[in-house]
């Protein structure tokens, strides 16, 4: 049994419905993202997991047990809010306190459990700070001390390094996939991010439209996109028309206009259907010539433009009849690396393991 | 259910003593206005008993004692004058003051602001009673301006209970009302904009009336309306400052109240203040709308 | 609009605000039955107004009065400034705001038919009651603009850390509002003690307040008395509004 179930869930305000049957299985242990851009209906999500809203339909099993005639307070679940929300009237200590004097722990117990998870956090000399005079890295640790001070079932995180600068967060990331494992506690993510998703996840649920668009682990994600948003939202992905002429059992060749055919692996389509090719640029190989190797696609195009973004250089190729296809080159080289200008004569090739072909 | 009976305690005393102590007696007021004025004042039965039972006591009476002299409309009329010389007063007054502070270094701004509104906290009736004092025939002020007008051979002017005194006065109380909404909207306006339109050419004064002044019309809407609604029900100004020839619509509502005692024509009058504001107000703001979405 | 030209008017501004307030200070301490000319310095008047008991029983009256109406409108418009956050309501937002967009006039005059009306003698009752009606709006909107100032997540966290919803506004909530709450009661407390419309309507012949005595004086005989009582009242307002304001700044100055 999962340690949450959630059974299409429901929710809508007036026309607009902000989940849309969502069902979905968290593991006792896991750290599990919800993924997805603003007004995807996560956050109106993980409020209904911690009691603050509720579902018109569907329901929500925490051990097996149902939760919609659990009040908030009373739920084993606690909440890293977007905005931390720090009593601002408290010290950090009275903060993490708050939950233990809810349950009426006696004075002793308290100041102990307190002074340990200041020590977890360690901000063993800010206990009798103000938040207002914490910085946000600050805030952040006491926010997640105060939520986990009680040793909850479930730990929901909203957003929680979103007011962060890049560096801090890079640094928050790798604290937070170390406190989860120390703590062992279930956390529920939510995100925007998926660069976040993708480095902290053990599964991902991207979700659009108030339904769960995929449910994998990150590299499934990100590798095997199962349909156009997802393949959109995830990374850079080139996204080009296309249609299957012949089906194989393993392979088939999928004709693409002002391109010709394209040797593509075949997740089980018929001759025929119309889609997508989903194409990482990383995945295309680019270079003044290449030599070709055995099931590849290969073509020869101009650059069209490029990016030089530091470590890694992209260029846009035009293949065939004007089809653009991007390419990503690592400027790993020794020395300064060649930089292909524009209107070049470069060649492009890919395995044909190395795109997704997506129905519809 | 429990979220309704929390709801229903919290908003429950608050409605009830509103509804009690301010729909109640301005529903009454309405009521009052049909009704005829009782033998020595007040208001007379609602219900008449006679031989053939119960029947109401209402009348028209006081609307059409209203429209049958003109004198009324010619009170309302003046009220009206005064209301708007006022308004637009404050706003030639108003509006340099609330441009300086919204110029001004941040740290200096909080504090003009508040030399604003510090004299409008003081009490009414002071502020009222300041310019008896100013204007008053041996103060100082009054001897200046005469002097000064006596140059030109002008005779000696009374300025204490005209309607001079009544405008100037209600300039005095109002002008707060017009200063905030009007700073609270020039201080957002983003100063690139007028570093953009210098930048495309704009002297001082095309970027004045080119990019500040239309921007600010919100602002200008907000206060007149503050300014001007309030002017029209004022009745302590013109009774202290105005003497015979500067009473507005208030003073007569005021006399009919506690002088004439005909209480049927003074609700009668204050539901035609009201209306007459809402009607002013209404325009106004459909005008300011339409205007405004002509713009875009 | 060249700088000097807008400094010059705003100055001249300033000086229009301030200059009659100034003369009636001056004058309180003018050593003259005449609000004429300076003829030297005394405190003459201060104690006419200490030895005027008609003067000091109103002033008595105006405290009561202030006291009762701004500690009741507290308690009510904290209810209503809650509400008014907290639930969508359609009619409470018109409820509150109406008596403090109509002029004053209407107020006075339907709250006296009505006082007739219930055979209600008019007094001090009847003049608490109607300066609680118009303050309960004034501290509602101070307190729901200190609450919409709240992070909203506030009282939610509370809840998620194990808190009752009553547990979670007294330890938070109402901590973090109570400057809210004690500017809207300073707030009502000075409105009250300044009003002269409402009060003037609603007072009868039996109870007299600071501001009806001022105008009653000022339509008789002005003296200089006036100008004291006048200063004294000034002081006591503006000593109000400062602590109000820097209990919560927002709520006095962007009204």
């Given at each position: 049994m999962a340690l949450l179930e959630i059974r299409n869930i429901v929710r809508r305000f007036g026309d607009f419905t902000a989940v849309d049957g969502v069902s979905m299985d968290i593991e006792a242990g896991e750290f599990f993202t919800l993924l997805g851009p603003s007004g995807c209906g996560k956050t109106t999500l993980l409020r209904m997991i911690a009691g603050f809203d509720s579902p018109q339909s569907g329901e929500m099993l925490l051990d097996g047990k149902d939760l919609a005639s659990i009040a908030p307070e009373k739920r084993p679940i606690h909440t890293v809010f977007q905005s931390y929300a720090l009593f601002p009237h408290m010290t950090v200590a009275e903060n993490i306190a708050f939950p233990l004097r809810m349950r009426k722990l006696g004075k002793g117990e308290i100041g102990e459990r307190v002074r340990q998870s200041l020590e977890d956090v360690r901000l063993t000399d800010r206990g009798g700070r103000y938040p207002g005079e914490l910085s946000g890295g600050q805030r952040q640790r006491v926010a997640l001390a105060r939520a986990l001070v009680n040793r909850p079932r479930l730990l929901l995180l909203d957003e929680p390094l979103a007011a962060l600068d890049m560096k801090l967060r890079e640094q928050m990331q790798l604290?937070?996939?170390?406190?989860?494992?120390?703590?062992?506690?279930?956390?529920?993510?939510?995100?925007?991010?998926?660069?976040?998703?993708?480095?902290?996840?053990?599964?991902?649920?991207?979700?659009?439209?108030?339904?769960?668009?995929?449910?994998?682990?990150?590299?499934?994600?990100?590798?095997?996109?199962?349909?156009?948003?997802?393949?959109d939202f995830i990374g850079t992905c080139n996204l080009i028309d296309a249609e299957v002429s012949v089906a194989g059992e393993e392979k088939m060749v999928l004709q693409i206009r002002g391109l010709g055919e394209v040797a593509a692996r075949n997740p089980g389509a018929t001759g025929g259907a119309k889609g997508i090719l989903a194409l990482r640029p990383e995945k295309v190989r680019i270079a003044a010539q290449l030599a070709p190797e055995d099931d590849e696609n290969h073509f020869k195009g101009r650059v069209h433009d490029f990016l030089y973004m530091g470590d890694v250089t992209v260029y846009i190729v035009e293949v065939g009849d004007g089809v653009h296809v991007e390419a990503l080159l690592p400027n790993s080289a020794a020395g300064r690396p060649r930089i292909l200008a524009v209107g070049d004569p470069v060649e492009i090739a890919w395995r044909y393991d190395a795109g997704t072909f997506l129905d519809g | 259910m429990a979220k309704h009976l929390g709801k229903w305690l919290i908003s429950g005393p608050p409605v009830l003593y509103l509804i009690v102590f301010f729909v109640i007696p301005t529903c009454i007021m309405v009521l009052a206005s049909f009704r005829y004025a009782g033998e020595y004042g007040g208001l007379a039965p609602v219900l008449l008993h006679d031989a053939s039972g119960a029947h109401l006591n209402l009348t028209l009476e006081s609307y059409q004692e209203f429209f049958s002299d003109f004198i009324y409309s010619w009170l309302f009329i003046k009220t009206l004058v005064y209301a708007l010389v006022t308004t637009f007063c404050c706003l030639l007054m108003a509006y340099p003051l609330a441009l300086l502070i919204a110029r001004s270094a941040s740290k200096y701004r909080d504090l003009l602001v508040l030399l604003v509104i510090l004299p409008?906290?003081?009490?009414?009736?002071?502020?009222?009673?300041?310019?008896?004092?100013?204007?008053?025939?041996?103060?100082?002020?009054?001897?200046?301006?005469?002097?000064?007008?006596?140059?030109?051979?002008?005779?000696?002017?009374?300025?204490?209970?005209?309607?001079?005194?009544?405008?100037?006065?209600?300039?005095?109380?109002?002008?707060?009302?017009?200063?905030?909404?009007?700073?609270?909207?020039?201080?957002?306006?983003?100063?690139?904009?007028?570093?953009?339109?210098?930048?495309?050419?704009?002297?001082?004064?095309?970027?004045?009336?080119?990019?500040?002044?239309?921007?600010?019309?919100?602002?200008?809407?907000?206060?007149?309306?503050?300014?001007?609604?309030?002017?029209?029900?004022?009745?302590?100004?013109?009774?202290?400052?105005?003497?015979?020839?500067?009473?507005?619509?208030?003073?007569?509502?005021?006399?009919?109240f506690l002088e004439a005692r005909d209480w049927p024509f003074g609700s009668a009058l204050s539901i035609m203040l009201t209306i007459g504001a809402m009607i002013i107000v209404g325009g106004a703001a459909l005008f300011a709308g339409r205007r405004r979405s002509g713009d875009v | 609009?060249?700088?000097?030209?807008?400094?010059?008017?705003?100055?001249?501004?300033?000086?229009?605000?301030?200059?009659?307030?100034?003369?009636?200070?001056?004058?309180?301490?003018?050593?003259?039955?005449?609000?004429?000319?300076?003829?030297?310095?005394?405190?003459?008047?201060?104690?006419?107004?200490?030895?005027?008991?008609?003067?000091?029983?109103?002033?008595?009256?105006?405290?009561?009065?202030?006291?009762?109406?701004?500690?009741?409108?507290?308690?009510?418009?904290?209810?209503?400034?809650?509400?008014?956050?907290?639930?969508?309501?359609?009619?409470?937002?018109?409820?509150?705001?109406?008596?403090?967009?109509?002029?004053?006039?209407?107020?006075?005059?339907?709250?006296?038919?009505?006082?007739?009306?219930?055979?209600?003698?008019?007094?001090?009752?009847?003049?608490?009651?109607?300066?609680?009606?118009?303050?309960?709006?004034?501290?509602?909107?101070?307190?729901?603009?200190?609450?919409?100032?709240?992070?909203?997540?506030?009282?939610?966290?509370?809840?998620?850390?194990?808190?009752?919803?009553?547990?979670?506004?007294?330890?938070?909530?109402?901590?973090?509002?109570?400057?809210?709450?004690?500017?809207?009661?300073?707030?009502?407390?000075?409105?009250?003690?300044?009003?002269?419309?409402?009060?003037?309507?609603?007072?009868?012949?039996?109870?007299?307040?600071?501001?009806?005595?001022?105008?009653?004086?000022?339509?008789?005989?002005?003296?200089?008395?006036?100008?004291?009582?006048?200063?004294?009242?000034?002081?006591?307002?503006?000593?109000?509004?400062?602590?109000?304001?820097?209990?919560?700044p927002d709520s006095i100055r962007g009204r």
């Open positions: 604290e937070l996939i170390n406190l989860q494992k120390e703590v062992g506690i279930t956390f529920i993510y939510v995100t925007h991010d998926q660069t976040e998703a993708l480095a902290l996840s053990h599964r991902i649920a991207v979700m659009n439209g108030g339904k769960v668009e995929q449910l994998d682990e990150p590299s499934k994600i990100y590798d095997s996109p199962k349909n156009r948003f997802v393949a | 409008f906290w003081s009490n009414f009736l002071i502020r009222i009673y300041a310019w008896m004092i100013l204007l008053g025939p041996q103060s100082a002020f009054s001897a200046a301006l005469n002097g000064f007008l006596g140059i030109f051979g002008v005779g000696p002017v009374r300025l204490l209970f005209t309607p001079f005194a009544v405008v100037l006065c209600l300039i005095y109380v109002q002008l707060p009302f017009m200063v905030l909404p009007l700073y609270a909207n020039l201080e957002k306006h983003d100063p690139a904009l007028l570093d953009a339109a210098q930048d495309l050419g704009a002297n001082a004064w095309q970027r004045f009336w080119r990019v500040t002044f239309p921007l600010s019309l919100p602002g200008i809407y907000a206060g007149v309306a503050l300014v001007f609604v309030p002017v029209l029900g004022i009745f302590a100004v013109p009774d202290i400052l105005g003497g015979t020839r500067g009473i507005m619509i208030g003073n007569l509502i005021k006399q009919e | 609009m060249s700088k000097k030209l807008l400094a010059a008017s705003g100055i001249a501004v300033y000086a229009f605000l301030y200059l009659p307030l100034v003369v009636v200070v001056a004058y309180s301490f003018n050593n003259s039955k005449l609000n004429a000319e300076w003829v030297g310095f005394t405190w003459h008047w201060y104690q006419v107004l200490l030895s005027d008991d008609t003067m000091l029983k109103a002033a008595g009256n105006s405290l009561l009065i202030a006291l009762t109406a701004s500690l009741a409108s507290t308690v009510l418009g904290t209810m209503a400034g809650y509400a008014l956050y907290r639930y969508k309501l359609k009619l409470l937002p018109v409820l509150v705001m109406a008596p403090l967009a109509i002029p004053e006039i209407l107020v006075g005059v339907s709250l006296l038919i009505f006082f007739v009306a219930i055979n209600l003698t008019l007094g001090l009752l009847s003049i608490m009651l109607s300066h609680i009606a118009f303050c309960v709006g004034f501290v509602a909107i101070v307190v729901r603009s200190r609450l919409s100032g709240m992070d909203e997540s506030l009282p939610e966290a509370a809840r998620d850390l194990g808190a009752t919803p009553f547990q979670a506004f007294r330890l938070v909530t109402l901590p973090l509002i109570a400057p809210g709450i004690i500017a809207g009661a300073l707030l009502a407390f000075t409105l009250s003690i300044d009003d002269f419309v409402i009060t003037f309507f609603t007072a009868g012949v039996g109870a007299s307040t600071l501001p009806l005595q001022i105008y009653s004086m000022i339509k008789i005989a002005v003296t200089p008395e006036v100008n004291a009582i006048s200063t004294l009242l000034m002081l006591l307002t503006l000593f109000l509004i400062v602590v109000a304001s820097r209990l919560s």
